[in-house]
């Protein structure tokens, strides 16, 4: 290797370093390492602009600006509290009902935005019920990340992997995720009650305080919850139909964003810009030029080609590699950075002779999405729940959800190391 590629290798390792260290915010260390990159000559700013993935950003901006508008109407606690009622107030039965609408809201939200808007309608709930939290935000920590496994926007993983390649359509996603993620979900239900269906019992009269409550009363302007959903309508039938429309996914999320600013006016323009979560779109664009330097040198066409020479290409273990080491990685790193270099990889292995790349990307999407199930750091929703929990009095500590979340991780990886194998491998 030429010296360039090593001073890539220096500067993205330390970043990489800095960054699962928590010792700095994530998006200034990226852009640092970003303005190394370009600094050292190791990419020109021009070349490094041309690798920022500006569908993937577009798409992000898109899906925070609908999704932030629609909040201010009061539709995901009315919705929360709606299940909560048709569930009789039962505890055990309101866990389910919040799980299924956890991981139906992440699959076609993203799974922070769906957590931050229920964690605080759980809560609520968990109060009038008298019963501990830990059970209800651990199951929609799960939900929230296996939901966001199912579908093109629902992980930000998963939107990088689509935005890399075009033939992995919002259909696509689907057809190839969803039913292993359903798989997990109705296996992972049961088990949920066997865990904590003791803990979380509740009296008849806590139970009718839940039946008492005025759902209605959460919404807070009809009229702007007609448009937000009209649009997310519309929005969501563009996903489906962007190969057929020759549209790109960002350009769809884009068009339904600035429909829904036309549509409620000036008033909405500034809260709809503060709900873009502006750190998350720059750490995007620093890990974007950081592995740039690495693919410009040639560094991921090395490791790729270390990757077919330890499975000799074969396609079962090069798909179970992948799948397994994304796991595992993305259970204690951040999987966004690992997906950021992965991508670049599985494209060189295309250039190298493996035909199929199709099981390859499905193993990378399942892997980095339910990896992030197996520890408190695995992602960024899991962070975000116990934040919230700690903050009223009910933390969630590392050993207190590995206890659960990584058994469980191991559960959805090896039903999908079958499912891989199953569908794609045989």
Not at 79 to 90: D, F, H, Y
Not at 111 to 118: A, E, P, Q
């Amino acid at each position: 290797m030429e010296d360039q590629a090593y001073w890539a290798i220096g500067i993205f390792v330390l970043i990489y370093g800095i960054i699962i260290s928590e010792k700095i915010h994530r998006t200034i260390i990226a852009m640092a390492g970003a303005v190394l990159m370009v600094a050292f000559g190791i990419v020109s700013q021009e070349t490094a602009v041309h690798h920022i993935d500006f569908n993937t950003l577009g798409l992000l901006v898109g899906m925070m600006i609908i999704v932030g508008i629609t909040a201010e109407t009061g539709l995901f606690k009315f919705v929360a509290l709606k299940a909560a009622k048709l569930a009789k107030g039962k505890p055990s039965r309101i866990l389910i009902a919040l799980v299924v609408i956890t991981a139906v809201c992440s699959a076609f939200l993203d799974n922070v935005t769906t957590v931050l808007l229920m964690v605080p309608v759980t809560l609520s709930i968990t109060r009038q019920l008298r019963v501990h939290p830990f059970p209800f935000l651990f199951t929609q920590i799960i939900a929230s990340n296996a939901g966001g496994t199912a579908t093109l926007i629902g992980d930000p993983p998963n939107i990088m992997i689509g935005s890399s390649v075009p033939e992995l359509t919002f259909m696509a996603f689907i057809d190839n995720l969803a039913p292993i993620v359903l798989i997990i979900m109705v296996i992972y239900i049961p088990i949920f009650l066997l865990l904590f269906g003791k803990q979380i019992r509740s009296t008849p009269e806590l139970q009718m305080s839940i039946l008492n409550m005025d759902e209605n009363a959460m919404l807070t302007d009809r009229k702007l919850l007609w448009k937000c959903l009209i649009v997310l309508g519309v929005t969501i039938a563009g996903f489906f139909l962007h190969q057929s429309i020759h549209l790109e996914s960002a350009t769809v999320a884009l068009a339904g964003a600035f429909l829904l600013l036309l549509l409620t006016g000036e008033r909405m323009l500034e809260p709809a810009l503060h709900s873009i979560e502006w750190p998350t779109i720059l750490f995007f664009v620093g890990l974007f030029v950081l592995v740039s330097g690495l693919v410009e040198t040639g560094v991921i066409a090395e490791l790729a080609a270390k990757a077919i020479e330890l499975t000799g290409g074969n396609e079962v273990a090069t798909s179970m590699l992948i799948l397994w080491m994304s796991a595992i990685a993305s259970a204690f790193l951040d999987n966004i950075p690992f997906v950021a270099t992965m991508i670049p990889m599985i494209h060189e292995m295309g250039n190298m002779g493996v035909n199929n790349l199709e099981p390859l990307w499905w193993s990378l999407a399942l892997g980095a999405c339910l990896g992030g199930n197996g520890t408190l750091i695995g992602a960024s929703a899991n962070l975000i729940v116990a934040g919230l929990s700690g903050k009223e009095g009910y933390p969630i500590t590392f050993m207190k959800y590995l206890k659960f979340g990584l058994p469980l991780m191991l559960l959805s990886i090896v039903l999908s190391s079958f499912y891989i194998y199953l569908r794609y491998l045989m």
